[in-house]
């Protein structure tokens, strides 16, 4: 990990502590959380790019995620000046593939536009390469979300392939397919070191 973000260690109980980069507070969500990740998803452009989350999307449901997210190691995007959550990512592991996660993130409306996206991609990924001990992260969008598709390029993946995803809230759609392995991470570390 860099100088700009550092990682407290992770408590035996497998949840994670919080993850600390220049502008974010990553943080597991809280039950206070609710209300915020609510207001933020109650808007179908951002929810028509994900795939889990269902439409209309209501308290309860956020309620529901914040108790239960199964396996999936999940953050609060936070602002670390005002505390304020802007979204959510995290890593999904691969039940088929041992050592492979999936990349997953959104950004509510008002906090577009400001990088955020990429700087807590940045966090969760070089959480899933070290603390989690993967060997490839992988990660899928819509081929209409050009954000998150320059997120993902910012992040170094590759383009893998084209497919279609099932979405709640959207059905089938086509969707463009990103891998990363921990030998190309670990290239990109050294490379953002030597600068």
Not at 21 to 33: F, K, N, Q, T
Not at 141 to 170: D, H, L
Not at 172 to 194: I, M, P, Q, T, Y
Request: hydrophobic share 35%; proline share 6%; charged share 30%.
């Amino acid at each position: 990990m860099t100088e700009e973000m550092t990682e407290r260690p992770r408590p035996r109980t497998g949840a994670p502590r919080a993850l600390v980069s220049p502008r974010l507070r990553l943080r597991p969500p809280a039950p206070d959380d609710a209300e915020a990740i609510a207001e933020l998803l109650d808007d179908y452009d951002v929810v028509k790019m994900l795939s889990r989350v269902p439409w209309p999307y209501t308290r309860d449901h956020a309620e529901d995620f914040i108790r239960d997210h199964g396996d999936e190691t999940v953050f609060a995007i936070c602002l670390k000046a005002t505390g304020d959550l802007v979204g959510i990512c995290g890593v999904q592991p691969d039940d088929r593939r041992p050592k492979r996660g999936e990349l997953g993130f959104w950004i509510g409306r008002p906090f577009w536009g400001n990088g955020y996206a990429t700087e807590a991609a940045h966090a969760a990924i070089d959480y899933g390469f070290t603390a989690l001990g993967l060997d490839e992260i992988t990660v899928s969008c819509r081929v209409i979300n050009e954000a998150s598709r320059r997120v993902i390029w910012k992040c170094g993946f590759r383009f893998s392939g084209n497919g279609m995803i099932e979405t709640v809230s959207a059905g089938r759609v086509a969707s463009e397919h990103f891998s990363l392995d921990r030998s190309c991470w670990r290239s990109l570390k050294s490379w953002g070191e030597a600068r």
